[in-house]
């Protein structure tokens, strides 16, 4: 198998979003009934993502405490201050809910104050935006917002076998992975930890070189298992073999595999319950393995950094290739950490600061968030360009409708309530500013964050 080794575009591409496209996330019926008074709403629930169960849970705190003007403090618009919680599962259960069952079995069980929203690090394509629309009165285009609420980092751990440290030149007591060692273990190439060998990864310990790599993988459709093959596709674009044929990363990442599906080479477990957490706990309990969360949950776990654990133990997150100093022989790859304080105690922010992303081979960012944002990953720029950020970050999105009336048990003040909210999450000075220290990142300044501001306004019943 050909394996093609990248990098990543350092600069975020800049754009303005024109006035029309503005205009038209409104999409059709948006006049047809107006919201009511800021705060009146009463309260909603939110359903989804656990990669955003901990930036949702500073937004939903917050909401109910913040001076922000769009917040609903008690002393904002009506004066009252209705609740938002948040049901953290995962991507596929959230989809779920709202009518995208791909092969997933299931009512219905959106379209209320108690799953006002849907969180998700999966955008939906074509094919699930007009499953999720088909459940409208009247079935119509742009209705559906995709709202890049935050930046996420997607952080690779270890739990080396027992017995076993190890180091590498530029994480000491850690371990760093080039590209082409990540798409390897997780194609089910590299099998054994003594392949793993770059810029002086060293393990330790009798027969640690021998034992096996076992891949702990999430159990459901999951967003970070979308975005995780949607990197592995920048890094290797050639047909691996799964058990349903002949498939690319970018096949397995979506579609009617549910992105369940891995290469049968793979030597993998699976995890029994849902979301990033169960995930941390299974490589936590299994030796000799690896798994991949959103570094916001999987530094409130402490298992794999803080007191006893990470760098110079046998459980810690690994740096993962970001670029390459210097040309010809002399060239050197250099690594990047997921977090923008390193392997250690306290929350941070994620890495992704100067991170490029494209959009495949349309422009980036889509032109509304009532567009397709499925594609979205990070860049592929000449292997001469140094990211100066990890490069394995995306967005995590949350959707809502511009016509909420057009879905049934859908209410006035559900609608009301989700745009205060949105509206809160979407402000510089608000839900974006509080997701600093919380291991998360503000979304790009420029194009995506008026577009977030856009659509967040653009809600209506």
Same mark, same amino acid.
């Given at each position: 198998?050909?394996?093609?080794?990248?990098?990543?575009?350092?600069?975020?591409?800049?754009?303005?979003?024109?006035?029309?496209?503005?205009?038209?996330? *409104?999409?059709?019926?948006?006049?047809?009934?107006?919201?009511?008074?800021? %705060?009146?709403?009463?309260?909603?629930?939110?359903?989804? *993502?656990?990669?955003?169960?901990?930036?949702?849970?500073?937004?939903?705190?917050?909401?109910?405490?913040?001076?922000?003007?769009?917040? %609903?403090?008690?002393?904002?618009?009506?004066?009252?201050?209705?609740?938002?919680?948040?049901?953290?599962?995962?991507?596929?259960?959230?989809?779920?809910?709202?009518?995208?069952?791909?092969?997933?079995?299931?009512?219905? +069980?959106?379209?209320?104050?108690?799953?006002?929203?849907?969180?998700?690090?999966?955008?939906?394509?074509?094919?699930?935006?007009?499953?999720?629309?088909?459940?409208?009165?009247?079935?119509?285009?742009?209705?559906?917002?995709?709202?890049?609420?935050? $930046?996420?980092?997607?952080?690779?751990?270890?739990?080396?076998?027992?017995?076993?440290?190890?180091?590498?030149?530029?994480?000491?007591?850690?371990?760093?992975?080039?590209?082409?060692?990540? $798409?390897?273990?997780?194609?089910?190439?590299?099998? +054994?930890?003594?392949?793993?060998?770059?810029?002086?990864?060293?393990?330790?310990?009798?027969? %640690?070189?021998?034992?096996?790599?076992?891949?702990?993988?999430?159990?459901?459709?999951?967003?970070?298992?979308?975005?995780?093959?949607?990197?592995?596709?920048?890094?290797?674009?050639?047909?691996?073999?799964?058990?349903?044929?002949?498939?690319?990363?970018? $096949?397995?990442?979506?579609?009617?595999?549910?992105?369940?599906?891995?290469?049968?080479?793979?030597?993998?477990?699976?995890?029994?319950?849902?979301?990033?957490?169960?995930?941390?706990?299974?490589?936590?309990?299994?030796?000799?393995?690896?798994?991949?969360?959103?570094?916001?949950?999987?530094?409130?776990?402490?298992?794999?950094?803080?007191?006893?654990?990470?760098?110079?133990?046998?459980?810690?997150?690994?740096?993962?290739?970001?670029?390459?100093?210097?040309?010809?022989?002399?060239?050197?790859?250099?690594?990047?950490?997921?977090?923008?304080?390193?392997? +250690?105690?306290?929350?941070?922010?994620?890495?992704?600061?100067?991170?490029?992303?494209?959009?495949?081979?349309?422009? !980036?960012?889509?032109?509304?968030?009532?567009?397709?944002?499925?594609?979205?990953?990070?860049?592929?720029?000449?292997?001469?360009?140094?990211?100066?950020?990890?490069?394995?970050?995306?967005?995590?999105?949350?959707?809502?409708?511009?016509?909420?009336?057009?879905?049934?048990? +859908?209410?006035?003040?559900?609608?009301?309530?989700?745009?205060? !909210?949105?509206? !809160?999450?979407?402000?510089?000075?608000?839900?974006?500013?509080?997701?600093?220290?919380?291991?998360?990142?503000?979304?790009?300044?420029?194009?995506?964050?008026?577009?977030?501001?856009?659509?967040?306004?653009?809600? $209506? !019943?």
């Amino acid at each position: 198998m050909k394996v093609i080794t990248t990098r990543r575009l350092r600069t975020v591409p800049a754009g303005i979003i024109t006035a029309a496209a503005i205009a038209s996330l *409104a999409g059709p019926g948006t006049a047809s009934a107006s919201l009511g008074t800021q %705060c009146s709403g009463g309260p909603i629930t939110g359903q989804g *993502a656990a990669v955003e169960i901990v930036a949702q849970r500073v937004w939903t705190s917050n909401f109910n405490k913040s001076t922000d003007n769009f917040a %609903c403090s008690g002393k904002q618009g009506s004066k009252e201050s209705p609740v938002v919680t948040y049901n953290g599962t995962s991507s596929g259960a959230g989809l779920k809910s709202w009518g995208e069952s791909g092969t997933l079995s299931g009512p219905v +069980t959106g379209f209320a104050a108690n799953n006002a929203y849907v969180a998700t690090a999966e955008a939906p394509n074509a094919t699930q935006v007009k499953n999720i629309t088909n459940q409208e009165s009247t079935p119509t285009e742009k209705t559906l917002e995709t709202l890049p609420v935050a $930046q996420f980092s997607l952080a690779v751990y270890v739990n080396l076998p027992t017995g076993c440290t190890a180091t590498s030149a530029p994480a000491p007591g850690r371990l760093v992975l080039s590209d082409a060692t990540l $798409q390897g273990i997780y194609a089910g190439t590299i099998t +054994t930890w003594g392949q793993i060998a770059d810029n002086g990864d060293t393990i330790t310990g009798a027969g %640690c070189s021998s034992d096996p790599i076992t891949a702990v993988v999430r159990k459901e459709k999951a967003g970070t298992t979308n975005v995780l093959k949607k990197y592995l596709y920048l890094i290797n674009k050639s047909t691996l073999t799964t058990a349903s044929g002949s498939e690319t990363w970018q $096949q397995l990442s979506e579609g009617s595999t549910l992105n369940i599906v891995w290469p049968t080479a793979l030597s993998l477990v699976k995890t029994t319950a849902e979301g990033d957490n169960e995930e941390a706990k299974k490589v936590s309990e299994t030796p000799g393995s690896i798994g991949y969360s959103n570094l916001a949950e999987l530094r409130e776990t402490a298992l794999f950094s803080g007191a006893g654990n990470g760098a110079g133990t046998a459980k810690f997150w690994v740096e993962i290739e970001n670029g390459s100093k210097g040309s010809g022989t002399k060239a050197k790859v250099t690594y990047a950490d997921p977090s923008s304080n390193g392997d +250690t105690g306290p929350a941070a922010s994620a890495n992704c600061k100067s991170t490029g992303y494209t959009n495949g081979s349309n422009p !980036f960012p889509p032109p509304s968030v009532t567009g397709l944002w499925n594609e979205v990953t990070t860049a592929v720029p000449p292997s001469t360009v140094k990211e100066k950020s990890y490069t394995l970050c995306n967005f995590t999105y949350v959707l809502a409708f511009t016509t909420y009336s057009l879905l049934p048990s +859908t209410t006035p003040g559900e609608a009301t309530s989700v745009d205060n !909210f949105l509206k !809160f999450v979407a402000d510089k000075k608000g839900g974006q500013a509080e997701l600093a220290g919380a291991d998360y990142l503000a979304v790009p300044k420029g194009a995506v964050d008026t577009a977030l501001i856009a659509g967040a306004a653009a809600v $209506q !019943f």
